[in-house]
């Protein structure tokens, strides 16, 4: 019985480790980025103060995620720069006296990569999106405060997701 049991579990994990997906490093090993730079996003939204936010959200994705290591400038092979561009608040769902109860936060961003030696231009796209719905709990500037860190959480997850793969 205690065999069974300790091949059974051998088999578990061996599944578990082969099969979980996850990986270090470029899906491409030959892919010539392995280092990073990340300098501050600018912001051309209207809304304020979103730049450090954003910033530290997008390496901390980096980070995770593990396939380029996040470095200074000099030690960079690539540098990626992204721009804030879009701020939208939409409404979603009302109640019976037509009041708005649920919106739809949408940070919208252009990103681009490029060579750090040579500020080529590798991949870019004009329009990552990240995007939240939040309902109206407290006040709407309350409830869109804690919204925003969601959203750019999310923004970050695409911007690591499209420039890993280049799609």
């Known amino acids: 019985m ?5 091949r059974t579990a051998a ?16 899906v491409n090993p030959d892919d010539p980025i392995k280092t990073i730079y990340i300098p501050q ?5 209207t809304e304020p103060a979103l730049e450090a936010r954003a910033t530290s959200r997008i390496v901390t ?20 720069d992204v721009t804030l561009a879009t701020y939208n608040r ?13 919106y739809r936060l949408t940070i919208g961003a252009e990103v681009i990569l490029r060579d750090a030696k040579t500020r080529k231009v590798l991949w870019s ?3 990552v999106e990240g ?3 939040f309902f109206v709990t407290v006040t709407l500037p309350q409830s869109e405060r804690i ?8 923004l970050a997850t695409h911007i690591v997701e499209r420039v890993t793969e280049r799609w």
């Open 125 to 127: 796209s004009k329009r």
């Open 11 to 26: 088999v578990l994990a061996v599944a578990v480790l082969c099969g979980c997906g996850y990986r270090l490093g470029s």
């Open 90 to 102: 939409s409404a979603l769902r009302f109640d019976k006296n037509d009041i708005t109860r649920e």
């Open 147 to 154: 919204a925003v860190p969601l959203v750019l959480d999310d």
């Open 61 to 80: 994705a980096f980070q995770v995620d593990g396939t380029y290591m996040v470095v200074n400038e000099e030690d960079a092979d690539a540098i990626l």
């Open 41 to 45: 996003v600018k912001n051309r939204t």
């Open 131 to 133: 995007e939240r719905a």
């Open 2 to 6: 205690k065999r069974m049991r300790a």
